[in-house]
């Protein structure tokens, strides 16, 4: 009999039917009569499974036997979202799926709300990484991401009194229907030990006597493409203690110590770092990084590649992507694989390794930029210590050859800082075929500022991608009534073809079109009001303007900004100065976590609630301000707020917001954008237009200058009175029952020594406001501004994205 791999269910119905009892019955052992909802959850995420089945078998079969390229994403993080709507919407099956379980007599809506999202990642940067495999799959690019399966992601935020608390987010509590975990293909990851020198045949070799390892468990999960059959891999490594060390403990006859040892070694993967962009150098992040990128080079390497394969060969089939700097210990890790395993010589190794990488730097904040200290690497990787000195002072020589006499250059572009720690951005610099910032702005920055030697040393190897967002997730599946309305006007394929949106520009002047524009935002709205109210118990009025900031807590992103403007309506109403009537109604949507250890962000979020406690109850103020801040933002509540959102605010000091992919997201779903000249907020203002962009505050080389010359708080305080009152009302414990000292060090921080000048951008931003109120008080001519952000923003899908990857750092072909 013929061994053909197993056939997806039939597309019908019927087939539909027959495939979910199956499942239900004989995978997880229920009858629909006595099911759970999770059982029917889960048997329906196994037959949208079974569907994709099929191609995913295909799919991986070629990526191994295909000779072509192929690019391996390295990711510490994914921030998925869920995965059921997702995976429906590829396969082309929602409205078969909805009606195979009304006629099994359930509810689509009530059995997908089942789904935990998998948090695996903190903000941007893991959702970055998410819309980048959906795009890869949806482009056909022969593809695999990398990461950690974290066994607990960001954690869930409450609030309680106002204040942050933390709780384990334990999504694999009731099991996850989309994994597939391969126990019996676990590697081994070594760590600690020494290394040491041998003989082989008249060549000295290095070897690494590691002192323990632990097994890295692949767990494997579908990406399909859109519409097109194709469906690609994402393969997460979870840490599992190996037999044979906790064995040698155990004969010892320590039973304690063998437990403890296996938890060690298991906690690697336990729980995702909730830092983003304060690295704290800590010993088990380093395992953490070390141990997802070892076990997934040695995946690509001696799994996928044949195993007679020449590694000389290896830059002609695959590309490993850094996403930042967390996988640079890949560097050393390969070249101890050529050189040590594969026994190549150092400089064809060398050769090899500059060819295989590439690095996306997503930040410009210094402190954000990783170091390992030396000493914690010697201990935890001495061979690759020894390998990042000598690549270190091979470059060095170089630099010295170019430059002879400029011992000041030399120490600067040391990979090794001068109290001897690795800047691992300087690594992935000096290695990478490519260095690539995330926007226009910020790779300019990168380039003359954060790295100018290295651009004057490498001519060449720097460049930009602008980030982006799968439309899929962002605009088809979080807004189908703007989706409806898109393809009714234009047809169908821009959801491949996003620049074709722009087709929607000849609407903005056509009042029938504008009007249904506005009906889905309404629409929006009262989804979004659904939501809150039966996640959290909050009210949304529906004839509100609605003011969304929706992003992690931190002071370079600038919240304070956003409060002192929601003080300052709230005072000019409170001291009587004009009456509720006329201001503009509006709700203010804060969603944000503050990282745990960050104790400024902590006391912002704290201030935020209690702002809207106080404007939310003060009769004078006639509910037409309200502050909404429900707590746990994550990528589901994000696909309910960004449809609903009239304005985004994306308010960070110039120079500092290395892109934001929010703001992408909010103006493709036709909400208009107050911003700073920031990130990617300046293409997004270049392509939307000036008249349909909010803009205000200093640029970045403004900020510069204020910077150079001294930034006095004080006297912006001085100069805008509503500033000093808005100030004052924070001080005199107006938000906390008269206490004083809750937020005092808010206040303080701000008017004394606030890197971020928040207060320098305050003036500008009001007044940026006001024409906020003037346009909205137009709704013909909002509503246009609105159509005009959806049309000219396909630039920013992440299809483009991948695009220019492939274009200017991959040169993957796609497959077809
Ligand atoms: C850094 C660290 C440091 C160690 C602890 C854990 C951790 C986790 C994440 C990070 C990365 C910080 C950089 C980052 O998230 N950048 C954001 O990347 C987005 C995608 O490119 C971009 O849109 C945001 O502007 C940028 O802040």
Redesign the pocket.
């Known amino acids: 009999m013929a061994l053909a791999p197993v056939q997806a269910p039939e597309p019908t119905v019927d087939g539909f039917v027959t495939q979910y009892l199956r499942n239900l019955n004989n995978g997880r052992g229920v009858a629909l009569s006595t099911s759970t909802a999770n059982d029917r959850y889960f048997a329906l995420a196994a037959t949208v499974r079974d569907y994709l089945m099929a191609r995913w078998l295909e799919d991986v079969r070629r990526q191994r036997t295909m000779q072509s390229k192929g690019v391996a994403y390295l990711s510490?993080?994914y921030l998925l979202g869920r995965q059921l709507d997702n995976n429906l919407l590829a396969t082309g099956l929602t409205d078969i799926a909805a009606e195979a379980l009304v006629a099994c007599g359930l509810d689509l809506e009530d059995v997908r709300a089942l789904e935990v999202e998998p948090g695996l990642g903190?903000?941007?940067?893991?959702?970055?990484a998410a819309c980048f495999i959906d795009s890869l799959a949806t482009l056909g690019v022969p593809s695999i991401g990398y990461g950690i399966r974290y066994e607990y992601g960001i954690f869930r935020q409450t609030f309680v009194d106002g204040q942050q608390v933390e709780q384990a987010d334990s999504w694999l509590a009731l099991g996850s229907p989309w994994e597939f975990p391969h126990p019996e293909a676990a590697q081994t990851i070594s760590f600690g030990g020494h290394t040491e020198t041998y003989d082989d045949e008249g060549v000295t070799r290095t070897r690494w006597e590691p002192s323990w390892n632990v097994l890295a468990v692949p767990y494997n999960y579908m990406v399909p493409g859109y519409h097109n059959g194709r469906v690609n891999t994402l393969r997460l490594w979870s840490a599992q203690a190996t037999k044979g060390f906790d064995l040698r403990v155990f004969n010892a006859g320590d039973y304690q110590e063998a437990v403890r040892a296996q938890t060690y070694a298991e906690n690697i993967s336990k729980v995702l770092?909730?830092?983003?962009?304060?690295?704290?150098g800590k010993e088990l992040?380093l395992q953490q990084q070390y141990f997802f990128v070892a076990a997934s080079i040695s995946d690509f390497v001696n799994l996928i590649l044949p195993s007679d394969f020449d590694m000389t060969h290896l830059p002609e089939r695959v590309i490993f992507q850094l996403n930042?700097?967390?996988p640079v210990i890949g560097v050393p890790e390969l070249m101890r694989v050529l050189v040590d395993e594969r026994k190549l010589e150092w400089d064809a190794a060398w050769q090899i390794t500059q060819q295989c990488f590439a690095y996306?730097c997503?930040?410009l904040l210094p402190e954000?930029l990783?170091v390992w200290s030396a000493d914690l690497l010697g201990r935890l990787l001495p061979r690759h210590l020894e390998i990042i000195y000598r690549i270190n002072d091979e470059f060095l020589e170089q630099v010295r050859e170019r430059f002879a006499g400029d011992a000041d250059r030399v120490q600067r572009m040391s990979i090794i800082s001068p109290d001897g720690s690795v800047r691992m951005a300087f690594l992935a610099t000096v290695a990478g075929s490519k260095v690539n910032g995330?926007?226009e702005l910020?790779s300019q920055l990168l380039r003359e500022k954060v790295l100018p030697d290295f651009d004057e040393f490498f001519p060449g190897k720097f460049t930009n991608v602008t980030?982006g967002v799968t439309p899929r997730r962002f605009v088809r599946l979080a807004n189908p009534g703007l989706s409806r309305l898109i393809t009714d006007t234009i047809g169908a394929g821009w959801l491949t073809d996003l620049d074709r949106l722009r087709e929607l520009e000849d609407y903005a002047d056509d009042a029938e079109f504008r009007s249904a524009f506005r009906a889905v935002k309404a629409a929006n709205k009262r989804v979004l009001a659904r939501t809150l109210a039966e996640r959290d118990g909050l009210t949304v009025a529906d004839d509100h303007l609605l003011d969304v900031m929706v992003k992690?807590l931190h002071e370079y992103k600038r919240q304070t900004l956003k409060l002192l403007h929601i003080i300052t309506e709230y005072d000019a109403i409170a001291s009587g100065r004009v009456t509720a009537d006329q201001v503009t109604p509006r709700t203010f949507v804060f969603g944000a976590k503050a990282a745990p250890g960050y104790a400024m962000a902590k006391r912002i979020i704290h201030l935020i609630n209690a702002v809207g406690s106080v404007v939310n109850d003060d009769p004078r103020v006639e509910g037409r301000l309200k502050v909404l801040f429900p707590p746990n933002y994550n990528v589901t509540l994000a696909e309910r707020v960004v449809p609903a959102a009239d304005l985004s605010e994306q308010i960070s000091l110039a120079g500092k917001?290395?892109?934001?992919?929010g703001n992408m997201k909010f103006a493709l779903n036709g909400a208009l954008t107050i911003g700073t000249d920031d990130?990617?907020n300046v293409e997004i203002r270049e392509l939307v237009g000036d008249d349909n962009f909010f803009l205000f505050g200093m640029a970045e080389p403004e900020v510069a200058d204020l910077q150079s010359r001294g930034y006095h708080p004080i006297d912006f305080v001085r100069a805008d009175e509503n500033l000093s009152r808005a100030l004052e009302l924070i001080s005199s414990g107006a938000f906390s029952g008269g206490d004083t000292s809750v937020f005092e060090p808010v206040v303080t921080n701000l008017t004394h020594h606030d890197p971020f000048m928040a207060l320098a951008d305050y003036t500008d931003y009001i007044a940026a406001q006001k024409r906020v109120d003037a346009l909205y008080a137009d709704q013909d001519a909002w509503t246009r501004a609105a159509i005009l952000n959806v049309a000219r923003c396909g630039f920013f899908s992440s299809d483009r994205s991948m695009r220019d990857y492939i274009d200017r750092i991959w040169h993957t072909p796609p497959i077809v």
Not at 273 to 280: A, K
Not at 657 to 661: C, D, I, L, P, R
């Open positions: 510490a993080e903190n903000g941007g940067l893991g959702r970055l770092y909730p830092e983003d962009s304060t690295p704290q992040r930042d700097t967390h996306t997503h930040t954000a990783e995330v926007a910020h980030n992690r917001e290395a892109s934001g992919t990130g990617a």
